[in-house]
């Protein structure tokens, strides 16, 4: 049985094309890109064409690209390094309550040094308002720090508005754009951004190496010192391979992205349209329009995320939950609860991101097994039709979630 | 991660429903944290004739729910209270740590169901 898989959001497989231009990178140019020799030459040079067509990626100088070791690398060294390099500016961090972990924690862990954060709420489409951000604002905030896209429901924030909020009162901006790359064009000056982090596996590039825009005259300290490798603003060997087959990645996604951005869309349309047909209580979570066009996030109301996730296994389907059950730590999602919606709604969510392999057939073969898993789910649900008996006293100790 | 009796169980799961004027309801979780079980017995001359179950919860709840069910089919009461959380754990090759809690629920629905039917004879 070929699987079918509906977790983009998660990673991406790398890409034909990508792995090609990587592979020469392992043995035949292998040399120390900091060498003078002709091997580290021929290395240097890999890495700076990759260094391009990021920035081109970007909209960008190529100096003010520095490679990591990822997304969540990228977010803490933004984060780290500016709060740093302006600590005796102020010690204001302002940011949301639906980010990434990566960043989320980070800023948890600057209050423990010290700093003062403010996480912006969102409504019930998991939307911020630029109102709130403006009077979070004060003479002490020397970072703001929004995602571009949510991984979980997808929803896109104005980032170029922020930005301009940003700009204005002098503020570096920040923005965790992993999920968008490769889903929506980026060009750093039209968002008004002064540090912006993307990653490559999530653009059908390989794991464990990412990007960190850096504005030219952006004030940020290193966090990982050592040899002065991308300009002293990372140290360490380069994952030459990695980083060359990001730079591929990045220049597949410009050539590909438009047509592919709307193909996307349509399936996730058809999905959503046939599962909301043939099922009830199907809830969107995530703004109906400002959303990325490979992401459907759906409580099915009444069931548990992950016995759908394990259903949707046995009959190939790769998708994720935001359910306390099926996250390891027993908590629901952050960003659905955050969103407003109750336990046991956050509980029966599904995201189902799409992808480069997707077809219209994949499509239909899920809207034909969902109505049954569900159906046989809620049949034996206890909250599903009439069957909670009220005069029955229910112990809540048990629960742990 | 799930052993394969917990797959079993959680595929083809064994007494799905709920008994009519039951003798005893045990009712445990809450809605709130999102894990709900509903256990329904039928006790003849002190023994479980019959039980059924319904519950909303992950694979490790609805595996371990359909496995007390079996366990306790035909038992006496006395049988019946001494089995634990462990017990429905063990019968199904274990569970994975995360998920130990959700055994609870099964055994403390038993128990409950029992203290029910005995509250109300
Ligand atoms: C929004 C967002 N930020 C950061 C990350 C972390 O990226 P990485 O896995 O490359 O560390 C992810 C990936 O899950 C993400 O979705
Ligand atoms: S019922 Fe929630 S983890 Fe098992």
Known sequence: ????????????????????????????????????????????????????????????????IVFTAGGSESDNL??????????????????????????????????????????????????????????????????ITIMFANNETGTIFPISEIGKIAKERKITFHTDAVQAAGKIPLDVNALNVDLLTISAHKLYGPK???????????KMKPMIHGGGQERNRRAGTEN????????????????????????????????????????????????????????????????????????????????????ACSSGSLEPSHVLTAMGLPHEVAHGSVRFSFGSSNTEA????????????VARLRAMSPLYGKSLNPSVERTTAVCQH | MYSEKVMNHFKNPRNVGEIENADGVGE?????????????????????????????GCGAAIATSS??????????????????????????????PVKMHCSNLAADALHAAIENYKKKK
């Not at chain 1, 079918?4 to 998660?10: G, S």
């Not at chain 1, 991406?12 to 580290?40: D, K, Q, R």
């Not at chain 1, 066009?293 to 296994?313: I, P, R």
Request: glycine share 8%; aromatic share 4%.
């Open chain 1, 78 to 143: 933004a984060i780290k390094g500016v709060c740093d390099a302006l600590k005796d500016k102020g010690n204001h961090i302002i940011t949301t309550s639906v980010e990434h972990p990566a960043v989320l924690h980070t800023c948890e862990y600057m209050e423990k040094q010290g700093f003062q954060v403010t996480y912006l709420p969102v409504d019930m489409d998991g939307m911020i308002r630029l109102e709130d951000l403006k009077n979070a604002v004060t003479d002490k905030t020397i970072l």
């Open chain 1, 208 to 218: 464990g190496v990412g990007v960190l825009y850096v504005r030219k005259g952006a």
């Open chain 1, 240 to 323: 030459v391979t990695g980083i060359v087959g990001m730079g591929k990645a990045c220049e597949i996604a410009m050539r590909d992205m438009d047509a592919e951005s709307e193909r996307l869309l349509n399936l996730r349309e058809r999905l959503h349209k046939g599962l909301t047909r043939k099922i009830e209580h199907v809830k969107l979570n995530g703004h109906p329009s400002m959303r990325l066009n490979n992401t459907l996030n759906v409580s099915f109301e009444y069931v548990e995320g992950e016995s759908l996730l394990l259903n949707l296994d046995m009959d190939g389907v790769a998708a994720s939950s935001g359910s």
């Open chain 1, 1 to 64: 049985m070929k699987g079918i898989y509906m977790d983009h959001n998660a990673t991406t497989p790398v890409h034909p094309e990508v792995i090609e231009v990587m592979l020469p990178f392992f043995s035949e140019h292998f040399g120390n890109p900091s060498s003078i020799h002709w091997a580290g030459r021929e290395v240097k040079k890999g890495i700076e064409t990759a260094r391009e067509s990021v920035a081109s990626f970007l909209k960008c100088d190529p100096k003010e």
């Open chain 2, 28 to 56: 445990v979780g809450n809605a709130a944290c999102g894990d709900i079980m509903k256990l329904t017995i039928k006790v003849e001359d002190n023994k479980i004739a019959d039980v059924q179950f319904k519950t909303f």
């Open chain 2, 67 to 96: 496995m007390v069910t079996e366990l306790v089919k035909g038992k006496s009461l006395d049988e019946a209270e001494n089995i634990s959380n462990a017990t429905v754990a063990e019968a199904l090759d274990g569970l994975p």
């Open chain 1, 362 to 373: 994949d499509i239909d073969k899920i809207i034909e097994i969902m109505p049954p898993v």
